[in-house]
Each structure stands twice: as structure tokens, then as C-alpha cells.
């Protein structure tokens, strides 16, 4: 009688870590999966926003927003400063 209750209380305690480990890989491959998710979304943003890769004129009076690979304004002439590629590298780098 006594053996019986000692296997059966390790089966149960056996029992209770299988499903806890269970649980817990799952909530990890949860995780991963919405980090996975999560990535995705923050590329497609990036891609969708077409203002992040516009060069804004800082010239007072113009602002104008010249494509990311122009170098000078389109309506003014002066020279754009190379801030926006610098802050993809940024964002690359995470
Ligand atoms: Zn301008």
C-alpha cells in the first residue's frame, strides 16, 4: 500500500512538470511567434510610410520634399542633409 502511494504521488508530481513544461513551450513559441509577427509589421511599415525616406527641404519657406536619393532640392537648390540614410543604417542595425 505504502509503495503504491509513493509511485502514485511521483506519477502525479511527474505528471504535473510534463504539463508545465508543456505550457511553457508553448508560451515560448507563442513569444517567438509574435516577435516573428512583430518584425514583419515594423518592415512592412517602414516600407508603407512614404514620408520616412522623403528628404524635407530645411530651408525656411520651402519644406519641400524631394525623393531620398536627391542630393538637392528641387524647388530651391540648396543642399540636403544626409540624415535620413543614417537612421535606416539605425533601424538595420536592430
Ligand atoms: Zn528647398
Redesign the pocket.
Known amino acids: 500500500m505504502m509503495l503504491g502511494e509513493v509511485i502514485l504521488t511521483l506519477l502525479v508530481c511527474i505528471a504535473i512538470l510534463v504539463i508545465a513544461a508543456a505550457v511553457f513551450g508553448a508560451w515560448i513559441i507563442m513569444m517567438l511567434v509574435k516577435m516573428a509577427l512583430g518584425l514583419m509589421g515594423l518592415k512592412r511599415k517602414s516600407t508603407r510610410k512614404p514620408s520616412d525616406g522623403l528628404r524635407v527641404?530645411s530651408?525656411r519657406g520651402?519644406g519641400?520634399a524631394n525623393p531620398p536619393q536627391a542630393r538637392f532640392?528641387s524647388?530651391?537648390g540648396?543642399a540636403l542633409e544626409a540624415t535620413q540614410p543614417s537612421k535606416m543604417k539605425r533601424v538595420a542595425m536592430f
Open positions: 527641404c530651408r520651402c519641400h532640392c524647388r530651391c540648396m
